[in-house]
Each structure stands twice: as structure tokens, then as C-alpha cells.
């Protein structure tokens, strides 16, 4: 689970992951008032020690590098993302994190644009080298990467653009994918067992949320708990499950309206335990 899903200060947000009986954490922003690729080293060690008094230790630093738009060049992705690497993996030397998570970057003419790995090979082959370096660079400092897929103007749509962008990138045993249900969901691709077995050979790491559609349409509409969810959410889990793809499930806030007469309160330890119910008692 996000950090921040806890609320509160860090220190307090971490004493509720341990109260909901947590072993690990997913650190994004909300540390200190900063996000995890921020931290300087006193802070670095001060998160450390925060995790360490409770018992938890983190599993992914979920960073923002990447997720802008491939139109602004080579250079911007270098100087505005690739920069900031040294100083995350100083933070990760200190927090020890199993993955560090890339985001997917993003397209200012997607719905244009019908395969996204070969319009980069067109227009912006430098975009899977720079994901190279980073992903080499975090390996070499001990660590593995994951791409998770974001939810507007993403480079990945639907299964195949992911599938052949991780055959073109070519760095298999140090990177894996991240696959956010949802977030592929507002791109275009609704939730199956379909969807999640031909992505199945790319996935490390699983993000869950919930969200409902409309009566007589496919897409997401509302924001709505895990178990209300209006995609197979116990089929996909259990399978992932029995599968061994992903060693932690991560549970992130749902996207959507809010629906006018539906139950919100508690939605965040509501869907823990739902969660919890199906992988029976594995780690969040």
C-alpha cells in the first residue's frame, strides 16, 4: 500500500501500517512533506529509522521519472528525469527498497497514434534508451526496476503496445512490469484474465484499484471499492496469486465520481481487508 493511503504525517501514517498488521510499504510522496526522490540524506535516515522502529521495511519507491510527455525531447527527459537518479539511489541505499519504480511517459497525440512502440521507433528511439540507463543503473546498484503503466496520454494502451515495448527494451531479469488494473482500464483496456495472461510473462508487481462503470458501458465511470468493483477483481487476484507474479499486491486509491448514495467511509481499511481475504494473509 502507498504511504500515504494511511494519512497523517509519516511517523503516524507508519504507526497505522503497522496497526493494519503491514510488513511492507510502498513510499511515494507525504515523507517529511517531501516525495521519495526529494529526500536529502538526514531525511533518507530519518524515513529509515521510522520504518525500522515499526518493523516495516519498503518494497518500492514509487518515483515520477518518465511520466512526461516524449515530445519534449531527449534532452528534457535527461536533464528534468535521468538527473535525479543519483540522488534516489542514495535515498535507496539507505531505505534498501526491493523495486524502483519508472512510470510509463506520455504521448501528446495518442489517440492518433495506433502503436506506440513503433511510432518511438519512428520519431523517438532515444525513449527506450533512455529507460536502459536508468534501469542498468539501478541494477548495477543493487536494486531491480518496474514500468508501471499511468492513466493519461500513456504510451501503453492495451496489451501488445506493453508486450512489444518490453521485447524491444530488452533487459529481462532487470525490470519488470507493474500492471495498475485501472490505470490500463482508463487507457482503453478493460480488466480480464485475457488482458492479464497476455501480460502475465512481463508482470512483477500488482496494483489494484476499484471503479464501476455505467450501466451499458465499458468504461470506468465511478470510484468504488475493491469489492464493488465492476471488473473481476477476486478472478484476476487469485490467479496472480496462484501464479507467483507478483510477491507483494499493492492497493492504491480508486479513480472515478464519486457516486451520488455510495457508502465512501472507511474505503481504504475496507478494501485492505478484502484484499486481505483473498491472498489469505499474504503481504500487502
Sequence with gaps: MLNVMAGGEFPAAMD???A?????????????????????E????????????????????STELFYDYIEKGERHFREQHLAKLDGILRTAAKLRPVVIRLLSAKMMQR????????HMAEQ??????VYREAI?????AGFHATIENEAHDCIWTNPQEIVTFFHELNR??????TYDVQNLWQMGTFPSLHVYEELKPHIGFLHLKGGQTEEGSNELKWRSALEDASWPVADIVQQAIADGVSPVICLNPSHGAKKEGYDYSRLTERDLRYLQSLIHGGDI
Design 16 to 18: 497505522q501500517f503497522r
Design 20 to 40: 493494519w498488521g503491514l510488513k511492507v510499504v510502498d513510499l511515494k510522496n507525504g515523507i517529511f512533506g517531501k516525495s521519495i526522490s526529494d529526500l536529502s
Design 42 to 61: 538526514e531525511e533518507a535516515d530519518a524515513a529509515a529509522q521510522v520504518l525500522e522502529e515499526r518493523g516495516l521495511t519498503a518494497y518500492c519507491f
Design 111 to 118: 489517440n492518433g497514434i495506433t502503436n506506440s512502440t513503433r
Design 124 to 129: 523517438a528511439p532515444w525513449v527506450l534508451d
Design 136 to 140: 542498468d543503473r539501478i541494477y548495477e
Design 172 to 177: 529481462h531479469g532487470k525490470v519488470h512490469y
